[in-house]
């Protein structure tokens, strides 16, 4: 039997316990969690505690030096991204993190130009191409099932006290604010479907009394190779939304990623009372057999929010010498398209 990876945790905060950990510890015939940092010596403390780990730091170099790790998994802020992805690669680490995978397009050059061994892999994590219903989506744009693809609309609602009203949080500190923390998704989204991005217009506004954000809702277009996709995030109301329009010449796709649904709009030209009623009734039918499909999924331990599959997905191409399932240059594209949208805000309103 192959002998273990050993995995260590750098970042011990919530998206490590909540997503990261347990999709690690799901893989237990495959990987060992060694070891645990964080510079909140307290957090990684407790970490450890909680999943057995023996391996306890708050410094990544000593953390390197004491263990023979396989893989570092890095949950930490942005602005550490470059450095701590360089020190685990030159100690001959794979490296999974979180988006996005540098706060600049030159950050991530240094990131990918670091000599790696032949198997040696470099994973960003963009969960959400991984939900079920992005998945089909692709799937479906792919097969033509709506036609040729003409564009796409996101729309993306974070409630308030989530993080624009937390006057201390790190996400105020990052290039362009709070759309440096949350913007990744909807552009590696949207580029899964319009490909590279070639022209970015934005526009923004504060509702909200908090000078320590500029702003609180964005308007973002993006220009792709192979269409155009809107982008509207709001941090100003107390709703959570996150769905994506898909349009083709033949029909249409609404993806609802909070209820993990999709629903298939057939090409529809007329206007007639008991056409209108057949369409709303075939949406009924979408939705009532995708909440089964989704209860059943849900109780029989199906995946929904997407970092299970890339961490699986990610040790199988350590194990198998292959991509892994995003690679260091899909991540650069990203940071490079919202570099590109910082650079449109500061160059229109003057901000940082």
Request: proline content about 5%; aromatic content about 6%.
């Amino acid at each position: 039997m192959p002998e273990k990876l050993k995995v260590g945790i750098v970042g011990c905060g919530a998206i490590a316990r909540i997503r990261h950990i347990p999709a690690f510890l799901k893989l237990g015939g495959k990987v060992t969690l060694q070891a645990v940092c964080d510079k909140n010596a307290s957090l990684a403390r407790e970490a450890a505690a909680r999943n057995g780990v023996t391996g306890v730091y708050s410094d990544l170099a000593q953390m390197l030096a004491a263990e023979k790790l396989d893989i570092i998994d890095i949950c930490t802020p942005p602005q550490t991204h470059a450095a701590i992805t360089i020190g685990a690669i030159e100690a001959g680490c794979h490296v999974v993190l979180e988006k996005p995978m540098a706060l600049s397009t030159a950050d991530c050059d240094r990131m990918l130009a670091i000599p790696r061994r032949d198997n040696q892999k470099l994973c960003v994590i963009h969960n959400q191409l991984y939900y079920p219903p992005v998945l089909k989506a692709r799937k479906l744009v792919a097969d033509g099932a709506i036609g040729d693809f003409i564009g796409m609309r996101i729309f993306m609602s974070d409630p308030q006290d989530e993080m624009i009203m937390r006057k201390d949080y790190w996400v105020h500190q990052l290039p362009g604010g709070i759309i440096g923390e949350t913007g990744p998704h909807p552009i590696y989204k949207s580029i899964a479907f319009i490909g590279p991005v070639a022209n970015v217009k934005v526009s923004a506004r504060r509702r909200l009394e908090h000078p320590w954000a500029p702003f609180d809702e964005f308007r973002i277009d993006l220009e792709g190779q192979r269409g155009y996709s809107s982008i509207v995030i709001s941090y100003s109301s107390h709703r959570r939304a996150s769905t994506i329009d898909i349009l083709g010449t033949e029909g249409a796709l609404h993806l609802d990623l909070l209820s993990m649904l999709l629903i298939h709009h057939r090409k529809n030209t007329k206007m007639e009372p008991l056409n209108l009623a057949l369409t709303s009734l075939g949406n009924a039918a979408q939705i009532v057999s995708g909440v089964t499909r989704n209860a059943f999924s849900l109780l029989t331990g199906g995946e929904f929010y997407g970092h299970n599959t890339i961490i699986k997905e990610f040790v199988s191409s350590i194990e198998n010498n292959t991509e892994p399932p995003i690679t260091g240059e899909d991540g650069r594209e990203t940071t490079r398209a919202l570099e590109m949208v910082v650079t449109k805000l500061r160059q229109k309103y003057g901000i940082k």
